[in-house]
């Protein structure tokens, strides 16, 4: 079992930035597809991005691609996620996911594919 649990969020500006933090604890995630959701209120949680194991893939929502990027420690067991220029319309709650025993360049866009979670971090930009 492996838990997730995600940090940074806050209330910014619009046009600032953010980084977002998912630390995992119980087992190493070094061999682990990992991801990034988010889920504005009345919406669907959806795709926000995601990177391989080997980080040979890497995949963004076109929403964010450009102003987003993901990135791992295996070392410090960490996910991070850092945004710029953000706008009112990025405004979530962001969840981290991870998948095991998946091949080295495993990297998914779908929600159902991802087997943990953690509990979610409140991005609120302001116009």
């Known amino acids: 079992q492996v838990q997730l649990v995600e940090s940074g969020g806050r209330l910014v500006q619009a046009g600032g930035s953010l980084k977002l933090s998912c630390a995992a604890s119980?087992?190493?995630?070094?061999?682990?597809?990992m991801a990034w959701f988010r889920q504005a209120p009345g919406k669907e949680r959806e795709f926000v991005a995601c990177i391989s194991w080997s980080r040979i893939n890497i995949y963004y929502a076109d929403s964010v691609k450009g102003r987003f990027s993901i990135s791992r420690d295996n070392a410090k067991n960490t996910m991070y996620l850092q945004m710029n220029s953000l706008k009112p319309e990025d405004t979530a709650v962001y969840y981290c996911a991870a998948r095991g025993s998946v091949s080295y360049l495993y990297c998914s866009r779908s929600n159902s594919d991802y087997n943990y979670w953690g509990q979610g971090t409140q991005v609120t930009v302001s116009s």
């Open positions: 119980g087992r190493t995630i070094n061999t682990d597809a």
